[in-house]
């Protein structure tokens, strides 16, 4: 575990112990919730981890995009929905729970689905009324 500062650019996600740029964590949640976690599912930390103390275990934690997923049902919300239309050209994608693939899955699916709706556009069936 190494100390880093705000000013870092890149933290360690305090569940899948990866670095990733500060912008990249959305979730923060205490410590102790992240060891209650890990020991449901038989991956404790070990005792000798300096965290567990008592004066450090109900600290806040960063957690990376993908592992906000974990603790947040609302954890699609963080995404940046004007990003993806300004990167992609879709804006409302449905983006609503749990993240689950990459953004880039995402923009390649999108990209696909939008050349899709022009060619179903365009069909014959869609020129026919209803009643």
């Not at 919300?77 to 449905?94: E, M, P, Y």
């Not at 953004?103 to 689905?113: A, D, E, L, Q, S």
Request: aromatic letters at 8%; charged letters at 30%.
């Amino acid at each position: 575990d190494r100390l880093m500062s705000e000013w870092d650019k890149n933290i360690e996600c305090a569940v899948c112990e990866r670095l990733y740029p500060k912008s990249q964590m959305p979730g923060q949640i205490s410590f102790k919730a992240i060891v209650d976690w890990r020991a449901s599912r038989d991956a404790p930390f070990p005792e000798s981890d300096h965290r567990l103390s008592h004066g450090r275990l109900h600290n806040a934690t960063r957690l990376c995009a993908f592992c906000t997923q974990f603790f947040d049902a609302d954890a699609g919300n963080l995404t940046d929905k004007q990003a993806i239309k300004d990167s992609i050209g879709v804006g409302d994608i449905g983006m609503d729970g749990p993240l689950n693939v990459s953004n880039t899955v995402y923009k390649k699916m999108f990209r696909k689905g939008v050349h899709k709706q022009k060619e179903l556009e365009e069909g014959p069936l869609t020129k026919m009324q209803h009643r």
